[in-house]
């Protein structure tokens, strides 16, 4: 139902004032029944919301673990970045923050959300690579204008080690002069994380999830914006849950 309610809370939210951003969770590749009504609910947020930031669950996923594990996981992970980005209150670290994370992503451009996990804690500079390596199944890399990159490591970690870590990402998003905030939580004890959000893009992979787009193509820019209110999927989307 997240897909159906979540334009018309984006709506209402914006037209009260509201800054509106919108997490927008997109479906795994094999949930094929979901795909049309994640592409349509994403194109509707993104004209309401004042920004938009986008987890790709397929890069999200372990697949050399049981199912529910997995799964818990994935969600673990999504709790993890979102509370590191927005300022948790533990000791031993310093995050980007709500208003930062807020700013960020108040652009007209889609932001995205990866994860990147090292199995040494020493290896902090795998786990941005680990991170950086799913943006391109997503998105086109050379787009990223900004990023902002938390590192969740231990307490060894030293300034040279930091800046070691992320100074090399603008060669690899963006186009040779990304801007980039960081932030660090040196709290862990078994492996370090790299979560990083980007912005900029014009388009993510998910364009294709709303056929009716695809099949319009340019011609779809000239019809209404109202024109997709007018559709009413709710008998549909009632019919394939069902199922």
Known sequence: MGSAIAPMIAREASAKGAVTVAIMVMPY????????????????????ASGVVVIDNDELLQQDMPLIDAYALVNQKIALALNKLLGSTEQHEFSIGLNNVVNFVKTNSYSVLCLGDSLLISEYRQAVINAVSHFDKTVNTREASKSLVHLCTDKSITMSELVTSIGGLSGVLGSGSMQIE????????????????????????????????????????????????????SPLLSNIEMD
């Open 182 to 233: 960081y932030g660090l939580s040196a709290n862990s004890t078994s492996m370090s994380t790299a979560i990083i959000m980007a912005t900029g893009f014009s388009t993510t992979k998910f364009d294709s999830y709303d056929p009716v787009d695809q099949a319009l193509g340019p011609a779809g820019g000239n019809l209404d914006d109202d024109a997709d209110q007018v559709l009413d999927f």
């Open 29 to 48: 590749n094999f949930e094929k029944s979901k795909h049309f009504f994640a592409g349509t609910a994403l194109k509707q947020v993104r004209k309401h």
